[in-house]
């Protein structure tokens, strides 16, 4: 059974998990405490117009119900956070990069974690 992420705290909570970087996009994956998988995604403004970021969010939920139910991990969260060079990335591409993304998360076998952002002024 998958859900899907609407909670602010859910992504802010997933950000303090395991993070995976692939070129088209980041994936972040996090043990919730439920029996259930969730998955939520996260384009933000900075990548194109409202079209483009709904287009890469459609490409993204596709690939996400097809894969998380083999390849993701139960009772976690996973998000996916949009990354400017996954808009025109091919589809079989981006998958492949999933799968590799998926498999790093289950060996536990993240990426350092990013360093804190400095205070806005």
């Known amino acids: 059974m998958m859900s899907v992420l609407t909670k602010r ?5 997933a950000n303090r998990g ?24 996260t384009v933000t ?25 083999t390849a993701g991990l139960a009772a976690h969260d996973h998000v996916l956070i949009g990354r400017d060079s996954g808009v025109e990335r091919d589809f079989a591409k981006l998958r492949e990069e999933l ?3 998926l498999s790093r998360a289950a060996q536990g076998k993240g990426d350092p974690p990013r360093r804190p952002r400095s205070p806005r002024r």
């Open 45 to 69: 403004k900075k990548i194109g117009n409202a079209v483009v970021r709904n287009r890469m969010k459609r490409r993204f939920r596709a690939l996400l119900r097809e894969m998380l139910p």
């Open 9 to 13: 705290a859910d992504f802010l909570a």
């Open 99 to 101: 799968a590799m993304a």
């Open 18 to 41: 395991l993070r995976v970087a692939r070129p088209g996009f980041v994936l972040l994956v996090r043990p919730n405490g439920l029996d259930t998988m969730r998955y939520g995604i």
